[in-house]
């Protein structure tokens, strides 16, 4: 008989230590942020370390930034076969690289057109789509709106409904120039965007993507050929998509007029 209880309270605490091992084990489950560490946020269903930078996740980690909460979660790094480094080096003077090795969702579309492209009823250049591509040039996804920084008092179209992270649904070459289609940025003005996949997810930008930037320009019957913009890599995803502040897009990866694509 006491043998049996010594077995049975055997079994009992091997159980209860199996049980606390997996309540307090890397991925704890949870319903809400109360349900974790002051540290970590609930991310589907499971406690993550918040973060704002990749410095404060373990190593083999990135920093989550496209929510409103950025989270640690396993990241890949990948070979670039232009110039032989990854995605998380610096050493790069052609923009192959994405800038310190910060996970980048955002990218900027700033207006540089000047002088005659700034007269007349519709100043600056108007974005017709973007759209982030593998470099063989497959779309991974279109870009949504997150960052609305239009100018001018006279442009027609500054509402950015055709950047909702679907693909264009015109056919041809130029969609009809009207709200639908087009939203100018306005001399100087910008618009941030996030590139979302088929599901609608952010996706991370890394380098050996690239970017192509259609604005109605020289290549459309109607278009402007003074349009002039930039485009740029944003590595605070949190400001621009929550503060609208888009001090951090400092990476330049060039750009053009009409239709455009730049090389991350």
């Known amino acids: 008989m006491n043998i049996t209880k010594r077995i049975l309270g055997m079994l009992f605490i091997g159980l209860a230590s199996t049980a606390l091992f997996i309540a307090c084990g890397d991925e704890t489950s949870c319903v809400a942020d109360a349900d974790c560490a002051d540290t970590e946020a609930c991310i589907n269903e499971v ?12 190593d083999g980690e990135v920093c989550n930034t496209s929510g409103a909460t950025g989270y640690c979660e396993a990241g890949t790094v990948s070979n670039n076969t232009t110039n032989n ?3 998380n080096t610096t050493n790069n003077t052609t923009n192959n690289t994405v800038n310190n090795g910060d996970p980048v969702y955002v990218a900027l579309i ?16 108007d974005i ?11 779309v991974l996804g279109y870009a949504s709106l997150d960052h609305d920084g239009t100018t001018g008092d006279t442009n027609r179209f500054n509402v950015g409904v055709n950047i909702d992270g679907s ?6 070459t130029c969609p009809e120039f009207d709200q639908a289609s087009v939203t100018a940025l306005g001399c100087g003005g910008e618009i941030g965007v996030r590139f979302l996949d088929e599901s609608g997810t952010p996706i991370l930008i890394e380098s050996g993507m690239r970017i192509r930037v259609f604005e109605y320009g020289s290549q459309c019957s109607t278009g402007s050929v003074d349009d002039q ?13 929550n503060d609208n502040n888009a001090s951090s897009c400092t990476q330049n990866l060039g750009g053009g007029s009409g239709e455009t694509v730049v090389s991350i």
């Open 47 to 58: 406690c993550r370390t918040k973060c704002t930078t990749a410095a404060e996740c373990l």
């Open 85 to 87: 480094t990854t995605n």
């Open 110 to 125: 700033t207006d540089v057109t000047t002088g005659d492209g700034c007269m007349g009823n519709d100043p600056g250049s």
């Open 128 to 138: 017709i789509y973007v759209s982030l591509e593998d470099e063989s040039g497959t």
């Open 167 to 172: 693909a264009p649904s015109f056919t041809g």
């Open 229 to 241: 913009y930039e485009v740029s890599l944003c590595t605070d995803t949190n400001a621009v998509v």
